[in-house]
């Protein structure tokens, strides 16, 4: 039974803006690595080789520059756009020629997970149920697809985004499925939100009495849909991280689990850790705390910076604060006047922005 994977690339990342201004979502880093990367890996590592991508016509494109042709995974890549942000289910019925009668994950590309999928794609090669979907219990429910299961753990209902949520258990944006998905999505109808709805085709299945078999995630899991997700990504990411400095270090220190990539400066600075420093990097009179990311070719010169993500070319010089729980995109400039560190700030700042405090 040869699964294939459904990458969900598409969509505006409204929530992101102004990150997502000029790059689609899945691309920003975590942990020095795009999104995307990951859930490609975890479709890879659970043995899916055969993968559609769903494109938006706004970002198709970086998209398609960043993951190639999937040689540099060892997987072959079909590209197939979403002409608009349908919802989920639509993304499915736009890949309906792709997928044909195979089984499938479908893994959306802006989520972070741990301990991967292996396990579930062993258990529906064994068990065969129509589906399989991953829940999380969540601090406010109404934000997601939420799920209802009786007393033997078995799924009854499941609603979207609720005003007043009957449990508090919510899907988690990766789910397994067998090609009888395809005849519910194919009678759906536009919710109230104007798409169609993962949730409803799910609740079709159970209507219909086809087992669809729900489990809570391993380990941890994040949407990165807003800017503190991503940064708590980038926390949880680097967490895992083992200690590797291939950069130069002068009269620099190291502290605990960190990434120096090859070509990265460390000059009179310190890096505590877990945290990552990109390739080409320069960090200079510096410190940078935990949980940051600093991104390939960016410069942190007589500055703070901790629990941050600074990607591509981003450049901070002599911040009179800590930088602290921000993000910068690729190429922002942040310019201070080099005064005593008085208190902290936290800045979200799109690619090429310029700031002068």
Known sequence: MEFKGLLLAGGKGTRLRPLTHTRAKQLIPIAGKPNLFYALEDLLEAGIRDIGVILSPETGDEVRSALGDGSHWGVKLTYIVQEAPLGIAHAVRTAQDFLADSPFVLYLGDNLLSGGIQHLVEEYRQTRPEAIVLLTPVEDPRAFGVVVLDQAGQVVQLLEKPKEPPSNLALVGVYLFSPKIHPIIQRLKPSSRGEYEITEAIQGLVDAGL????????????????????LDANRLALTSVVRRVEGVLEEAQVVGEVVIEPGARLVRSTVRGPAYVGAGALIEDSFIGPYTAIGKGARVIASEVEYSILMD?????????????????????????????????????????????
Do not use: C, F, M, N
Not at 211 to 230: F, Y
Not at 315 to 320: D, I, K, M, S
Not at 324 to 336: E, H, M, N
């Open 313 to 357: 070319e981003a450049q901070v010089h002599a911040l009179p604060y800590r930088l602290d729980s921000s993000i910068l995109g690729q190429g922002v400039v942040v310019d201070g006047q080099g005064h005593a560190r008085r208190h902290t700030l936290e800045l979200v700042l799109g690619d090429r922005s310029r700031v002068r405090l």
């Open 211 to 230: 087992r669809v078999v729900a489990h809570q995630v391993r380990g941890w899991w994040k949407d990165t849909g807003k800017p503190e997700d991503l």
